[in-house]
């Protein structure tokens, strides 16, 4: 039976880091399910299921070490998460438009309130700083369907919202 | 008829080239059949192809047409397929009955002109385009041992020009 932990790690990016964690894990027994890791700003973020049949605290003393040693934090928490649980995302939507505070928030809320289960999500600010660009890629699931998703952002009419479904072939 | 076993990765028959089919016999006519119930009892498969059931022919079965709003030819038995002209790009989402809990972005040809022999070794030619034109693509790759696990991109990825 696995015995899932959630590892995040956080800290200033360098290159190795990734090789680094990995291989301690490995060699304590540790074994990786699905993980997401991304730069954001300058810092490395990633967040890993861990199937490690010690305790939590047993795991950050393996980990405590090599995140010391990049001057990451590092956080362990034990879940229910399991593997081959994924929810199958049916619809892509894209926004953009002038950077503005509550920007996400008004979107989200709205995009929540017609069903809509957001399984990954990307923002980025691009553009420069005086004139930033502000991006925001969501995938999820439209549990209404993709229309009712398009007519609650209907009236926001400052950004640019493209809402598409998302088809996947099985063959 | 019969719904046959799905090979699934890392069985080593899938990533073999699968051999031209020469007999157009009533074998190849029940291979056909138990393809496509095999299909269709898969979970919301729209393709398969024969080295799927380790079978290593170049036969495969395209069905898109229970799709809403997408253009199609309907039930497809293509034999011996070949792509012979690739237009246009675009990144699509793609799963695989031999790749059980996994959908990966992979970039395909958006249309294409496709020549097969139908089930009694008359020669078609088809222009395809969209989602049946993927499926194709999908298809014909395993006849070649190759896998969508073989083509995958990021989500994110720009697209860039067909490597293969
Ligand atoms: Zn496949």
Redesign the interface.
Known sequence: MAHWQMLTLVGKDQPGIVAAVSAVLYKNNANLGEAAMQRLGANFTIMMMVDYAGSAEDLLSIVTPVAARFGLKEHVDVIEGRL?A?L??DVSISLYGADRAGIVASATERLAQAGLHILAL?TDVAGTEEKPVFVM?I?GHAAQGVEALREAVDDLDDLEIHIDP?????? | MAILDVLTYPDPLLKQVAAPVTEFDSSLARLAEDLEQTMRAGPGGVGIAAPQVGVLLRVVIVDVSSRPGIPNHGRLVLVNPEIQRWKGMVKGREGCLSVPDFIGTVIRAEHITLQAQDIHGGTQQYQMQGYEARAVQHEVDHLDGLLFLDRLVSRHHDLKPRQS
């Open positions: 081959h994924h199958q995302a990307h890629e995938s998302l088809q996947t072939m099985i063959g």
